[in-house]
């Protein structure tokens, strides 16, 4: 990774779906339930032999957003790409009991009557190690968005310290 900037990242996937959520306070093991629930959705609706490609989505993480590029069946490159912006993303994780492989976001979306939702978006990688890459990109693109915010005057020192420490380490989650 290029140490004098956050470039992006970008891999193959398969993207689980999006359940809505409720709550604002997002602490581990927030998302296991949704992603529980997508999971079961994902094996229920595969027949245990489709040969179907399990890929079906490009996640791309760059600074200020991310971006779901959608596959076809044959996994080529379509029109439709979900964008979600970095600063709206309020939680995000690769570790969940269903599969380690499993990485997913809370996504703060902003409905037509300005009112919003939170969503979890999940995607399954083809490794851990994947989804901790993903988890560790984001974490890169945070730090870039509200730095950049910061030194634009978007936010504030005092009223974003609690929720965004400058500190970089993560809690245990034992």
Partial sequence: MDESGFGGC???????GK???SGTQFLSGCTESAVVGLWDMKSSSVAPD????SSNAVLEIRPFQVRLHHLDG??????AMDTFQVARIAYCTAD???SPNVFAWIYR???????FQMDCHAVECESKL???KLAHSMMEAFK???????????IHKSGSSDEFPEDSSTPDDG
């Fill in 10 to 16: 970008q891999e193959t996937v398969t993207y689980l």
């Fill in 19 to 21: 359940v809505t959520i």
């Fill in 50 to 53: 489709d040969s179907v490609a």
């Fill in 74 to 79: 044959r996994g080529e490159a379509t029109v």
């Fill in 96 to 98: 969940h009991e269903v």
């Fill in 109 to 115: 979306q902003i409905n037509d009557d300005l009112t």
């Fill in 130 to 132: 994947v989804a901790k």
């Fill in 144 to 154: 870039k968005t509200f730095h950049s915010m910061r030194s634009d005057g978007r």
